[in-house]
């Protein structure tokens, strides 16, 4: 699903302009980025967890030449679903 189709989806369950709905979702957007500026994690209530994590540096080889290089330090953003996403995600993998 890509930007247009979920804008569309979106406002149609709404009820909703498409315009007014992309508002909205831009600013949702803003104000986590804005949250991640900050350091701070953001958890949506019946989704999950948008966290951030340190990556430590690290050594790792181009397999092609197998040269060594170092990657340095960085912060990540990961995602943690809740409980009864993870488990749609199992059963749906196991069909």
Do not use: H
């Not at 080889?61 to 960085?74: A, D, E």
Request: proline share 5%; aromatic share 10%.
């Amino acid at each position: 699903m890509n930007n247009k189709e979920y804008i569309f989806e979106l406002s149609q369950r709404c009820g909703y302009t498409q315009d007014n709905t992309q508002k909205y979702v831009r600013c949702i957007i803003e104000k986590m980025a804005t949250k991640f500026d900050e350091g701070e994690n953001v958890f949506i209530p019946n989704f999950g967890t948008f966290e951030l994590k340190n990556r430590m540096e690290r050594i790792v080889v181009n397999p092609s030449t197998g040269q060594r290089m170092m990657v340095p330090p960085k912060i990540v953003l990961n995602f943690k679903p809740i409980a009864s996403i993870k488990e749609k995600l199992r059963k749906s993998e196991n069909e």
